[in-house]
């Protein structure tokens, strides 16, 4: 705003026979080009605000159908060039490798299996929208979409790895879905056990 308020100010005060010469012209010259300058600014801080990377935040925790869920930290999901970038601030957890899906509802509830409540059955099975219907890496086509890099906890219960998803390209196409990490590791197949052979679902996230 400076810029502009000189070049007026300066303009304004130009004596009356400078509108008649060749010196106005030059100065007009010089003051457009200013303008253009600062436009051309202006723009650039536009196009700047625009590519400012995007993320999301997802609450996590530990799941407990009897005694209540407890708030474990959270993860952040941030769009990348390569595709969307998970990165764990989480604490409470077992050490090891852990399972690490995207579930197809937006849901952490426990529900009601074979007469016995379940931990986090709300929130579906592995989202598929594409109906693969088989488990397998981020990478493969014919896979879950939802089958993401297992997730790396620390011996002191924390995890802060970022795992990438190479296949999501945008926080839009997760929306209202859930995040899950199961007990035990995943060898990302179904043989000789479905769905990597993880356990039980530990924690969980609503993505909003």
């Known amino acids: 705003m400076f810029i502009f308020h000189t070049m007026i100010v300066s303009l304004w005060h130009l004596p009356t026979f400078y509108l008649f010469t060749g010196a106005y012209m030059k100065k007009t010259v010089i003051l457009l080009g200013l303008f253009t300058?600062?436009?051309?600014?202006?723009?650039?801080?536009?196009?700047?605000?625009?590519?400012?990377?995007?993320?999301?935040?997802?609450e996590v925790s530990l799941l407990d159908p009897v005694k209540g869920d407890k708030a474990i930290g959270q993860v952040v999901?941030?769009?990348?060039?390569?595709?969307?970038?998970?990165?764990?601030?989480?604490?409470?957890?077992?050490?090891?490798?852990h399972g690490f899906h995207l579930h197809q509802n937006p849901s952490c509830a426990a529900g009601e299996k074979d007469g016995k409540k379940v931990a986090g059955l709300g929130a579906g099975g592995h989202w598929d929208p594409k109906e693969a219907?088989?488990?397998?890496?981020?990478?493969?086509?014919?896979?879950?979409l939802g089958d993401l890099p297992a997730l790396a906890v620390n011996a002191d219960g924390t995890a802060s790895n970022p795992v990438?998803?190479?296949?999501?390209?945008?926080?839009?196409?997760?929306?209202?879905?859930?995040?899950?990490?199961?007990?035990?590791?995943?060898?990302?197949?179904?043989?000789?056990a479905a769905l990597g052979g993880g356990g039980a679902r530990m924690a969980c996230g609503v993505i909003k």
């Open 37 to 58: 300058l600062s436009g051309a600014a202006i723009a650039e801080e536009a196009k700047n605000v625009q590519t400012e990377i995007k993320s999301k935040v997802i």
């Open 133 to 144: 219907k088989r488990h397998g890496f981020p990478w493969e086509d014919n896979a879950h």
């Open 77 to 97: 999901v941030t769009e990348s060039p390569y595709g969307l970038v998970f990165t764990p601030e989480l604490n409470g957890l077992t050490a090891g490798l």
């Open 164 to 192: 990438l998803a190479p296949r999501l390209k945008s926080l839009d196409e997760i929306a209202d879905k859930s995040i899950m990490i199961h007990v035990g590791g995943d060898n990302h197949s179904d043989h000789p």
